[in-house]
Each structure stands twice: as structure tokens, then as C-alpha cells.
């Protein structure tokens, strides 16, 4: 957690010292890797199962257009590899074998900054898992926000928050009722190239 407040701090920092730039300055293309701290857990079910929080880590790609001298609006992609979570239960891990989002992007440019807001879709697939699941497939809403730096015209330093609320496949969680949802909660860091 410390290691999370500085790399806020840094960015928090990095944007503070804010050459003029304006909303132009982020139109194009962009791609980049981050690496994040994801919490997941089972809604609506009485499974005696907590996951624990896991560092993941994935990569990103998008484009922005500018609106004006301050609006950005874009769109993005993203995929994760796999990673465990670990359980209560001995010996059972419950992991993602892979994830993939698309998201919405809007924003106010501020200097090199950016300030925005994400909402979007999400899929994640999960493997077998003793006395938890069967391998199978969650989906559904995902929304974020975030604050993006240009550090110089072309690599930008980013810290995103996203929360995501996904309907399981029916009959994979060992358990639980039809209705229940897997929710995650992620804090990302990531750096970008844009073109």
C-alpha cells in the first residue's frame, strides 16, 4: 500500500509541473502496460471462499480525439494474463486464466494532465478451482476513473481506478446460487507510447 500511495504521489507531482499542453496533445493512438492490484469477490452467495488481492498485470491500447482545447473522448482496449487469488480453503486457488475489457473514454485536459472517466464491458475466464468452481466465463459493467500524464509529447504515466460488477456462468461457482455475481475492484499503473 505504500509502495500504491507513492506512485500517487508521483503522479500527483508529475502533473503539477504542467507544461502548456491542451486537449491536442493527446489526440492519436496509444498503447501501454500496466500493472495493477485486483480484489475480486463473490456477490449475492454464501460462499466461505474470500479471495485475496493479487497483483496482475496486463497491457492497453486506444485512441483519443480532442474536443475542443480541454474535452478528450476515446476509446480503449485491455487484456490481463492469467493470476491466482488465494482462498481459505487449502490447496485451492481460484485464478483468472485471462480478461479483456473494452471501455469509453472521457476527459478534461489540464496542462500535461488528463482527468477522466471510463465505462465500458468485461469478460473474464476462470479455471477450475477445487471446491470452488468449475472453469467458466463472468462478464458484464465496468467504470473507472483515472488521471493521465504526459511526461514528455509521446509516453504519458497513468494511475486508473476501475470497479466491475459481472454475471458468472451459471453453474460454475460450486455452491452458489444461479444469481451470483463476481465484483472486482482494480488500481492500475500504467505507461503508454502514443503515435
Given amino acids: 500500500m505504500r509502495r ?12 503539477g509541473m504542467a507544461t502548456a499542453q ?58 490481463g494474463g492469467p493470476v491466482p487469488f488465494q482462498t481459505t480453503l487449502a490447496g485451492a486457488d481460484f485464478e483468472y486464466e485471462n480478461s479483456a475489457n473494452a471501455r469509453l473514454r472521457g476527459g478534461y485536459a489540464i496542462g500535461n494532465a488528463l482527468i477522466y472517466g471510463t465505462f465500458g464491458y468485461q469478460v473474464v475466464n476462470y479455471g477450475a478451482a477445487a471446491g470452488i468452481s468449475t472453469a467458466g466465463m463472468a462478464d458484464g459493467l465496468v467504470y473507472g476513473v483515472g488521471i493521465e500524464v504526459l511526461l514528455i509529447d509521446n509516453v504519458s504515466f497513468r494511475l486508473d481506478y476501475t470497479s466491475a460488477h459481472m454475471n458468472v456462468e451459471e453453474g460454475t461457482i460450486i455452491g452458489a446460487p444461479g ?8 488500481i492500475a499503473l500504467g505507461v503508454a507510447l502514443h503515435f
Fill in 4 to 15: 500504491m500511495m507513492t506512485a500517487i504521489s508521483l503522479v500527483l507531482a508529475s502533473a
Fill in 22 to 79: 491542451d486537449a491536442d496533445g493527446w489526440t492519436g493512438f496509444y498503447a501501454g502496460f500496466a500493472a495493477d492490484i485486483t480484489a475480486p469477490e463473490f456477490d449475492n452467495s454464501n460462499l466461505m471462499t474470500p479471495l485475496q488481492e493479487n497483483a496482475a498485470f496486463g497491457f492497453y491500447g486506444g485512441y483519443n480525439y480532442a474536443l475542443g482545447d480541454n474535452f478528450v473522448v476515446g476509446a480503449e482496449v485491455g487484456v
Fill in 179 to 186: 444469481d451470483v455475481q463476481l465484483d472486482e475492484n482494480a
